[in-house]
């Protein structure tokens, strides 16, 4: 068995190497599963094709149902309401489910909290970093990953595709993790590019196709030749840039379909590291951790497959930003100013996951665009 | 009934005097007539039923899977039941708002809004009340304030329609709209707890001041209060006066306003009843679910009620079971999706094809012979 298990992790490793570059870390692959069945429940907030969020926690479950000893149910389109509790405890009464995987912002309070609470022999982790060791069930907990190294090495590459030295962003709200997504593209794009730009247009909300689409052409309007995103569902913005024939770097999930002449490459999440993590942990009879976060140097995100639109240059300059971020170079080098007032908001160099960065509310000088 | 004869009534009268049979006649006269509203519908679900098997075995899925996971997952064991239960109790309230005015001729479909709105209201009203006033107190008034707000907004669809003539079903889907832009707005702004960062609520009204479970179930309050509330409207419409007078008015309301009915005050009322059933489920959703107020109550369950009404015939006491089957369909959605690996829209699937044959067997009401009375046979 386990010499089946290292084979298609190799597989799998190697599909992610094709972008990432990086060389198998055997002792981080060493993970034996237990014969004894463990049943993992999922909940989705959408569908589980939506080229974003989602698809990217369906795409990691996918690969999580190979894992011997592991059985998944999912169930998508779950509002949330208590239509989520009730879905959570169906699968712990019907299924048997050990470990449940809520993916949707909405879901933790109250619907996680109090089941944990009323299930306390079951395991609860969600897609955000809303756990709280004080307050929150021990059962409980939260896994996340930071988008904005994979946004970062976007920039990188997009810096070096760019004609115009402009790049688009569609914005879905300006909330902390947005703002540093954004800022990321721009240092990363500097980093290749000193005089390229990034013009951000807010859109107001997770899912608005329509506007996204008029920002999109806004963006290409006013001379942006590559586009990019954070929004739940990427697909709108993606198609509009490849209609109206610029590059765009995409977000959450591959849309490489969706943009067969345009794509650079794009910031996704690799929740299956989490996911595999926590199933090998439970077969071993280990706790499982109750608060996981992290970026390129844990494994937890990563860039889409380059596109057609990838240049040779760009993609050497993405795969060493990859290696970089891996040995945890820092992204956000200080003193750095913002757009708005031309102070300095980041005074000094910050590591990648340091806790000040989480608190961003600002966007740094060469974004054109205000949170306001 | 089943020893009359179907087709030749007329010489079965001839051999039994009617005097001799009145007593028991009567009543069997009547439990035709009813059976019809029984018997069509659950031909209706049947053939629905047919129809779902045939769109199931065409993407290669077994039926009989689908009805064994239905009942395990929605009806089977306790857990699913009060799943079920649970998952009624808002559409019994929001198909309440939408029965109430086709009693007296109005297509209202505004339950969302005043849902969203009543339940905005009472969380918005516990924010200063919590600590200071007891959970009893806040919680009855939080309850008649979604109540009022509810009732508003329904109610003034109503009175648009009896005072300028705009039509209720446009004016109240609209208006749903606005309600649930007025209560993001607020969440959004002046009324948002800071200490959420990304998904904007209201104050949370805290463990103490939660509407708690029926005893000895998982269900909460808004399903006895929704089953109470469907008794009471029924003989609302049924039995008093007012019912009288609001079912002349949706039968012609020109002959009511002949008859000297108030006929304006009658529709703003309907209306205001309507929307005072959906603010109360809102106040449900917020103070025994969410525990604030925030975008997730616009979840649409205003729109659900809009087809449990509907099939329930607009009759209260047809809407409980209705909503039951409805909401325990919904409840085993999971498990078919979990267990069949179908699609969520499966389960629309199958309540799109009961909504559409059993609005298609409406025309079969009165085609049935067997359904009239000897009498009434003779007659034609």
């Not at chain 1, 989602?54 to 509002?79: D, R, T, W, Y």
């Not at chain 1, 209609?243 to 959450?252: A, D, L, Y």
């Amino acid at each position: 068995m386990s010499v089946t298990e290292f084979s298609r992790r190799g597989l799998l490793k190697t599909a992610a190497l094709g972008v990432a570059g990086a060389t198998l870390n055997l002792g981080a692959v060493k993970r034996t599963f237990a014969a004894a069945d463990l049943t993992v429940g999922i909940v989705y907030v959408g569908a589980r094709d939506d080229f974003g969020w989602n698809q990217a926690h369906a795409v990691a479950i996918k690969s999580l149902k190979e894992v011997p000893g592991v059985k998944v149910v999912e169930e998508e389109n779950v509002p949330e309401t208590d239509a989520v509790s009730k879905s959570m405890e169906s699968m712990i009464n019907l299924d048997g489910a050990g470990l449940i995987l809520a993916t949707s912002f909405g879901y933790y309070t109250p619907f996680v909290v109090d089941l944990a609470k009323k299930y306390p022999d079951v395991q609860f982790r969600h897609a955000a970093p809303l756990w709280s060791q004080d307050k929150d069930p021990k059962n409980a907990g939260s896994y996340f990953g930071y988008l904005n190294q994979a946004h970062y090495v976007d920039g990188v590459a997009a810096g070096l595709c760019t004609k115009k030295n402009k790049i688009g962003f569609v914005a879905a709200k300006p909330i902390a993790s947005v703002l540093s997504n954004i800022n990321s593209v721009l240092l990363g794009a500097r980093s290749t590019n000193p005089n390229a730009t990034v013009q951000v247009i807010f859109t107001g909300d997770w899912s608005m196709p329509v506007r996204e689409a008029e920002a999109a052409n806004a963006l290409v309007d006013a001379g942006c030749d590559v586009i990019t995103c954070h929004v739940d569902g990427p697909k709108v913005v993606i198609e509009t840039a490849e209609k109206r024939g610029v590059m765009s770097c995409g977000h959450n999930a591959s849309q490489v379909p969706l943009a067969p002449k345009g794509f650079i490459t794009g910031a996704e999440y690799k929740w299956i590291t989490i996911y595999k993590g926590y199933a090998s942990d439970l077969a071993e009879g280990k706790s499982l951790p109750n608060f996981l976060t992290g970026g390129y140097e844990v494994d937890f995100v990563q860039n889409t497959p380059f596109g057609a639109a990838a240049t040779e240059p760009a993609q050497k300059a993405a795969l060493a930003a990859i290696e970089g971020l891996k040995a945890k170079k820092p992204i956000y080098v200080g003193p750095l100013k913002d757009n708005k007032t031309g102070k300095v908001v980041i005074d000094k160099t910050y590591g990648n996951l340091d806790p000040f960065l989480d608190k961003m509310d600002y966007l740094l000088e060469g974004v054109v665009g205000s949170t306001t | 009934m089943s020893n009359t004869p179907v087709a030749t009534g007329a010489p079965r009268e001839l051999i039994d005097p009617l005097t001799t049979r009145a007593a028991h006649s009567d009543f069997a006269v009547r439990l035709r007539a009813n059976s019809e509203y029984v018997v069509i519908p659950l031909l209706a679900l049947i053939i629905a039923a047919g129809l779902f098997a045939v769109f199931l075995m065409a993407i290669g899925k077994s039926p009989v899977d689908f009805v064994s996971y239905v009942w395990r997952g929605g009806f089977g064991t306790a857990f699913s039941f009060q799943n079920t239960l649970q998952r009624s109790a808002p559409l019994i309230l929001t198909a309440l708002a939408v029965a109430i005015p086709a009693r007296i001729g109005l297509i209202m479909i505004g339950g969302e809004g005043a849902l969203v709105l009543g339940g905005f209201a009472a969380g918005a009203l516990a924010i200063p009340m919590i600590g200071h006033a007891p959970p009893m107190v806040a919680l009855v008034l939080m309850a008649l304030f979604a109540m009022i707000v509810g009732g508003f907004w329904v109610g003034f669809s109503g009175f648009l329609r009896y005072a300028r003539g705009v039509n209720e079903t446009i004016s109240s889907l609209l208006l749903t709209y606005i309600g649930i832009a007025i209560m993001n707005f607020f969440v959004e702004g002046a009324l948002r707890d800071l200490s959420n960062p990304n998904k904007p609520s209201t104050m949370p009204i805290g463990d103490a001041y939660m509407v708690g479970k029926i005893p000895g179930t998982q269900v909460h309050w808004g399903f006895a209060f929704g089953l109470a509330l469907c008794v009471a409207l029924y003989f609302l419409m049924a039995r008093t006066t007012f019912g009288f007078a609001a079912r002349v008015t949706g039968g012609n309301s020109r002959a009511a306003l002949a008859q000297g009915l108030p006929v304006g005050r009658l529709i703003v009322a309907c209306s205001a009843i309507a929307g005072a059933c959906a603010g109360l489920a809102g106040f449900f959703e917020v103070a025994a679910i969410q525990g604030r107020a925030n975008a997730s109550l616009a979840a649409g369950y205003g729109f659900t009620g809009i087809l449990v009404s509907f099939l329930a015939r607009h009759n209260p006491l047809v809407i409980p079971p209705v909503a039951i089957l409805l909401g325990g369909l919904v409840a085993s959605g999971g498990l078919i999706q979990r267990r069949m690996e179908l699609p969520d829209a499966t389960v629309l699937v199958l309540q799109g094809f009961i909504f559409v044959v059993l609005l298609t067997s409406e025309t079969l009401y009165g085609r049935f012979a067997i359904f009239r009375s000897t009498k009434e046979r003779d007659r034609t």
